[in-house]
Each structure stands twice: as structure tokens, then as C-alpha cells.
């Protein structure tokens, strides 16, 4: 067992060292320095000022909605799925969209979605009238969920799909109801894959932007904007790193708070 | 297993043709030749004809790369590991460029079609004497407003933006000196102002926009505009020619308490491996049919003057994109403003839109 | 039942029509004569021939596609070794810093993963282009595979493994018989995710590309400034078609060849 671990470590550690340590230690390198190459704690005290601090407050309320969201669109569309005849070829159809390119995508958005958009007409016809949907916070988080769904989809339908069917009989014969089943049993088994989807939308969400300017009209800052400026158009490396660790440290809380089971803890069930 | 070591086989094999397809059609189109230039631009700001021509004439194979903002591309040829030839950074840019040593000087004796450049858009505030960039292509800041929309405005002056009737009816483009820009122009103070209380001032003043500010976005404000998405909007001129190409409703003008004036021009970056091409390849875009007909692909406004006479009337003779000279004299180009202010602006650029109404 | 048949088929459906409905979009417009992505004037296939005389956008397509199948491949492999190490860490300690570290590419910011590997690979010495774009793609989707795997191996009982060894099976058949088969949902996922991000990327390509060797995203985001042309469309519209021919005939073919074996006897998970 010994060895063989180390054998599985040897090519994960090298792509560590290389692609995740040597840029945290060139980030956090950067962060202490100014616009003028001075070495400063300057850029951390600078984010603790309320402009950066609203903004984080922003970034985390949205990524927290935009999981949500997708969480409560994703576990049904997953859940129908497993019952599916050809349940992997629709399964790969919904990751089909996202391969076109996201700038493309975006900009049918906001065809759709503008003032003389379908979306409008639809609500035109239904005698409720031309609504600005374009660069809402509704906008948004539609379309943030829209790119991300995909991401919670694959967790949870590998999750449900894995579900033993004898274990959803064996409630229903013992007089559970399907909420009761759903609750205690299969919801349960499946915690795994909904934590693994909830980190793979929740943690890039955090950091989002372009949709922010496109889809939100620059209405929501976040700090994965506030970044994308510092590094493409101030050219102030410094503060954008700072965010930058803010960020990281960040995930790794809500990894250490959201851990992966408790000590010894293999299984969902226990 | 099977069926993943299948998948694994299969990528691999389909990789590998795809490899050699690519590499057929490469060669097929000369780029691994030994005789080549390689140009960095923004996407598809050059008519792709004159290329081929270009490649006809001298025999070089030009491989064309693009960027989509200035920054970006002067972390590339700042970091180096490429091979730049050509590039067409913008005014500010140029003189940064400069600063930072990443431009070679451009020898005019082997530029005789230099001459048709417009005198007055030679030797410029960030490159004197133009040792280090020869013009491209020039533009103002105005406003875009769609005369079916905003009632009787015609924005002579920056304020009337402020107008409560415009409620959430105007775009801004997503930049933070041209948005600063506006609001110190607006108060009468200089786009390059450094005065700290005038720009909290100017701030405060934009603050005050945000009721009518419906978004700030970046190039797809041109589809936003032509789409009648909203009544008006802050963008450059060359975005302007698009949208009223597009949509007749559109007129485009420059405020008259001032407006940035821009340029794009040719450089040579230190990354530069065939000098001699490069400077054939600036001689070439200034001759003057040359030029001509790439304005009319662009769209832009062209600083060759000799261009600008083959050009038909309607776009030579339109004084929005090719205002008189006492206009343009009441319009500022940016100034290399320094890390720090720059910083400054953005800061307060970034307060303005986390502001709420 | 049947009525909640219905009910999810709707719900499916549904799904399915938001999903799609910018891609048909963007379908319809890229046969609009007028040439905007607004105001459909008339039909027309010009932007289809713009694209097949487009020589440098064949080439660029080519790239976008290779990059995308061998990163994703590649990373998935790294992304498995990843998974199991992980999963073997008992330490619970030890076992979160590797996670928080696997998931900081995913949280990271494009321009500063970009703008870092741009640094490593100029400090390393790499000829920017083919290579650079190559490693980086590998780089930021290993994490994603994980993610996908790991609750796989988490839902596995370690009673399997104990059966198989008692069995006699030594490491390498526990790991091929046993441990693979039943990761291979999480697998796929990560491979399909790895393309996803490979596809999709702008930011990162960008700053660690050179030489010539452009990506589709860098090329179309470039092309913002002055109006994503129609071809643009076009290209998208084939290469989406191509794109569901391959995953329903992949899906099918690999039915008919599994459905052989699973009849001769041998199972297919």
C-alpha cells in the first residue's frame, strides 16, 4: 500500500510543484510590492478599505446564489436523467453547449434578452409587457447558473446513477413516502457528488468576470473583476495578487469547513 | 477499462491526424518557411487582401497574431519568448512602450511614403519627431445618440447627459480614463487633470450619472446601440461609424468643452527578428491606394492624406470622423499619466460603478 | 408513474430548450444576410464559403481541437494518479491542504494563471506556442478531474479491494479490475470537464501563446473590438454539428461494441 501511493504521488506532486505552488509563491511574491516596485503591506491594508470589502461581500453572496441555483436546477434535471433510455448520450448533450465558445454564448444573451429581445416578446404576448431584463442581477445569475450547470450536473448524476434501486424499493415497501425516501435515503447517498458539484461552482463563481460586464453591465463588481483590472489595465500587479490571496485563502477555509467527510468517515451514510 | 484505454487510443489517433492536417495546410501557406514577418493587431483591423498582397509583392509570409487590448499585449512583448516584427499599440501605450525600452527606433529613410502622412498627426506628445511609430489609424471620445430617442439633445455639451429625462437610458464604455475623462471635460478641467480635488470632484459629478447609467460595457456596446438597446452613449469614434452604418437613427458628436483625441500607429518591438520586413511592411500600409482601400475595410479614419483625397466624398467630407483641424485643436491626447495616477483613476473609476443609485 | 413520466420528460425538455436556445441563435443569424446578429434581413451561405476560404481560421480550428483532445487526455491520467493519491492520504489534515491546493487553479483568476505560467515559462526557457499552450491547458484542468473522481472513489467500499486482494489480485490488478471500473463514470466526467475548459479558455492561451500559434477563444475575443463577423457564426454552427455527429455516433457505436460483450459474457463496467 505504502509504495504504491507514493507511485501515484510521484506525477501529482510534480504538477503541483510546477503549476500550483511556484505561481502561489510568485503571487504572494507580487503582492507585497506597489505600482513602483516598493516593497509594502500597502495592497492588504488597501483591500480591508470598504470599496474591497463591499466588493467581497458581493462576490460571495452572488457565488453563494449562483450554487444555489444551479443546485435546485441540477438534482432533477440529473435525477430524470439516470431514468433516461440512452441516459450518457443525453448526459454528454448537456455538456455539448458549453464547448461553443462563452463570448458567443454571451452575446446571444444579450440578443435574447434585450429590450426588442424574444425574451420581452414572450412576456409581451403574455400580457405582462416589456421588462429590462438585460443587465439585472436576474440576467446575471441566469446566466452565470447556465454556464456553471454543467459542473453540478456530472457530480450528482455520477452520484444518483451509482444509487443502488433496491435501496429506493426497500424504503418504498417499508411505507416511506417518495419525500421520506428522497430525504433519508437517496439524498443521503448522494451528498458526495452534490458537495463535489457545490465546489466546482461555488469556487470558480467567486472569481467571475467578463459575464459581470457583458451580462451584468459592470452592475456587479466582483473580485474576479477587480483582478482582471488590476492586471489588464492599471498594470498594478501588486494589488491584484493581494486580492488574489485573499481569494485563495479564501477556498481553502471553505474547503477545511465543507472537509470531505470526518476522519475515517468513508461513506455519506455515516 | 477497455473503453477507457479505446477513448485514450482514440484521442491520440485523432490528435495525430489532426496534427498533420494542420501541419500540411501550414506548409501549404508558407508559414514554416525561413522568409516570414510576424504581426501582432487587434483582430480583424486590417483588411486581410492587402496581406496577400503584401506576401506577393516582397515574397515574405506574414503570420498574423491578435490582441484584444493594449495591456495584454505589452505583458507578451515585455515577457518575451515570441517574435514580434509589427504592432499597433495606442498613443498612451506607445509612450509607455517607450519607457520601458520595448520599442526599436524606426528609420525613416526607408520610408518614403511617409510623406503622405497628415503633418499634423506627426510628431505627437508620446512619440516627438515619431522616431519610435508611424500613424495607423486616428479617432475622437464622443457621444452616440439615436435621434428617435432623446428628444431635442444633440449633446453639444457633455451635461446634457445629466439630463434626469435620459433615466437609465445610457451606455458607458467600460474604460476608466475615458469615463474620468468625461466627467473632468464636463467640469471644464483637462482629461490629463492630476489635481486631487478634481477628480474627487469629477467623481462626485459622476455619481450623479448613475440614475441614467444603464450599463458599462465594452465592444458590445456598438450591438447594444445599433440595437436600440438604449438612447445614447460615451464610445470612440470608430465604434460610432460602425453602429450608424448600421442603424440610420445614430448620430454621432464630439461635446464641445473638449474629448480625447486617439491613435493607433505601427511599431517595431525589441522582439523584432526581420527589422528590414517590418519597415517594408510600414512603407506598404502608407502608400496611398493601399491606405484607402483599407479604411474602407476598417472603417476607422485614416491620417493619409493622400488616402484620404482618393477616398469618395461621403467619407472624406463627413466632419464627424474627420473634423476640421480647429476642432481637433480643442481635443487632448492622453497623457502617460504614470503607474501611480493611473492606479489613482481606476480607483475612483471603480468606486463610480460600485456606487449605487 | 406515468404521469410522473410526463412531468420529468417536461421538466427534461425544458432543460434542454435553455440550454440550447443561444446556440440556435446563433445558428439562425450566421445565415443572415445583413450581417449582424440583429434585424435578420435574408438567407444567405456566404459566411459558410467565407470560412472554407478562410485558410488561417482552418488552421486555427485545427489547433483549438488538438490542444483540446490531448490536454484533456493527458490531464485526465494526471487527474486519476491525483485522485488516488489523494483518496489513499489518511491524514485528514494532510488530505485538505492537498485538496485546497488542487482546487486554487480553479479559483484563480484566468489573467493571473495566465499571467504566472507566462512568467514559469519564460523563466524555464520554453518557446512560447504549441508546447506552452499544451502544458498550461494541462495544468489548469487537472484539478477539475479530480473533483470529478474523488467522490467516486469516496462512495467505493474498501471491502471490494480487501475481497479482491484476498482473492489474490496484486496492486496492479486491484487497481485495473477493481478500482478503475468503478471510478470510470467520475473519468469520463473529468475528461468531458478538461475539454470543456480547454475549449473555453481565452485568458490563460493568450498570455502564454507566441509565434504565430492562436487558439479559436483568442482568436474571437480579438475580433470584439471590431464586430465578431458572421463566419464566426458559421464556423461555430459546423463545428457544433460535427460535434453532436461524433457524441451520438461515439454513443452508439460504443453501445453496439458494449451490448456484443456484454452478451459473449463479459461485463462492461
Redesign the interface.
Known sequence: ?T???NL??????A??V???????V??AYYSLFD??GRFTFDNYTKFLSP?YL??TLNSFWYALLITVFSLL?AY??A???T??K?K???L??????????????A??????F???G?ANKVLELAGIGTK?I??TDFSFVFVSV?IF???MI??VY??L??LNPSLIYASRDLGASPWLTFRKVVFPLTL??V??GC??VF??A??L?MIT??I????V?TL?T????????????G???AI?VV??I???VI??LT?????GA???SQ | MKQLVNLFVSVLVLSAVLLFATYRLNASEGYSGGNTLTIFNWGDYIDPDLIAEFEEQTGITVIYQTFDSNEAMMTKIEQGGTTFDISVPSDYAISKMKEDRLLLPIDHAKLPNLKHIDPRFMNLSFDPDNAYSIPYFWGTVGVVYNRELVGDHEFTSWNELWDPALHNDILLVDGAREVMGMGLNSLGYSLNDKNEEHLQEAKRKLNELTPNVKAIVGDEIKMLLANEEAAAGVVWSGDAAEMMWENENLDYVVPEEGSNVWFDNMVIPTTAKNIEGAHEFINFMLDPEIAARNTEYVGYSTPNAAALALLPEDISGDERFYPAPELTDKLEVYDNLGKRMLSHYNELFLEFKMHRK | MGRNNLWSKLYLACVFLVLYSPIAYLVFYSFNSGGTMHGFEGVTLDWYKEVFQDTRLLIIVLNTLVIALLSAAISTIFGIAGALAIHRIRRYRRKNALLSLNNVLIVSPDVIIGASFLILFTIAGIQLGFTSVLLSHIAFSVPIVVLMILPKLQEMSPTLIDAARDLGANNWNVLSKVVIPFIKPGIFAGFFMALTYSLDDFAVTFFVTGNGYTTLSVEIYSRARQGISLSINALSTLIFLVTIVLVVGYYFINRRNGGKRARLGVPTQ
Open positions: 500500500m509504495k504504491s501511493r501515484f504521488l510521484v506525477p501529482y506532486l504538477w503541483m510546477l503549476f500550483v505552488v511556484a505561481p502561489i510568485l503571487i505600482v513602483d470599496v463591499q466588493m436546477v432533477p434535471t435525477y430524470f436523467l431514468r433516461t440512452h450518457s448520450l443525453w454528454l448533450l448537456i455538456i455539448v453547449p458549453s464547448w461553443i465558445n462563452l463570448l458567443l454564448k452575446y446571444a444573451f444579450i440578443g435574447i434585450g429590450t426588442y424574444f429590462q438585460l443587465f447556465y450547470i454543467p459542473f456530472l457530480p455520477n452520484a446513477d451509482e458526495e457528488g458537495k463535489a465546489q466546482a469556487i470558480p467567486l472569481s468576470f460586464r457583458l451584468a453591465g459592470n452592475r463588481i474576479g477587480a483582478i482582471e483590472q488590476h492586471f489588464l489595465v492599471t498594470q498594478d500587479w494589488m491584484g495578487s488574489a481569494l485563495i479564501a477556498m481553502a474547503m477545511i472537509g470531505s467527510g470526518k476522519r468513508l461513506h455519506g
